[in-house]
């Protein structure tokens, strides 16, 4: 007698098989740490149980962080990253030596359909850059405009803000 084996839609994206969604990770980028990236982690988890996680970083300090914490280390994929994009680093520079840091590494798995997104608390002009080298932009798109949750005390309890992308020419098209 043979097991049935379960088996996903091998057509699904790896990004959304099975219902969850995958978030792929800069946890080296910020100012405060991988102890606060994996806290935000765990409270993202707690409001939505289908998340599951790709965090790019120091494997043995991701590790570390993640074992603690056993809901979040069974949905964590790990991947150590041998360097790390600086907060002060211009955006050219990421562009040259960015290949292999853990900001390049999340974004190639939006790329690859491995993950739906990517967060990164690093260098916001090298992410724009390394986003706009690997994942390109949607035709008719010129710029690329970053979006964030503001917290209000509306229905929702957030805003999103939009900033469309600064520019020294302002024009309408």
Do not use: F
């Amino acid at each position: 007698m043979t097991a049935e084996i379960p088996r996903t839609d091998p057509t699904a994206s790896p990004a959304t098989r099975g219902g969850d969604i995958v978030i792929s990770i800069d946890a080296m980028g910020g100012d405060r740490g991988v102890a606060d990236v994996v806290r935000g982690m765990g409270k993202s988890l707690q409001k939505n149980p289908r998340l599951r996680y790709i965090l790019h970083g120091d494997g043995a300090e991701l590790h570390r962080a993640i074992q603690a914490r056993s809901p979040l280390a069974e949905r964590t994929d790990i991947r150590h990253a041998e360097s790390v994009i600086a907060m002060d680093e211009k955006p050219s520079r990421a562009l040259r030596r960015g290949q292999g840091t853990s900001m390049w590494n999340a974004l190639e798995t939006v790329k690859s359909g491995e993950s739906s997104v990517v967060i990164s608390c690093g260098n916001t002009g090298a992410l724009m850059a390394l986003a706009m080298l690997q994942l390109r932009k949607a035709p008719g798109v010129d710029r690329p405009a970053i979006a964030v949750l503001w917290p209000s005390h509306g229905p929702a309890g957030y805003n999103v803000l939009l900033d469309a992308g600064a520019d020294v020419r302002a024009d309408a098209g």
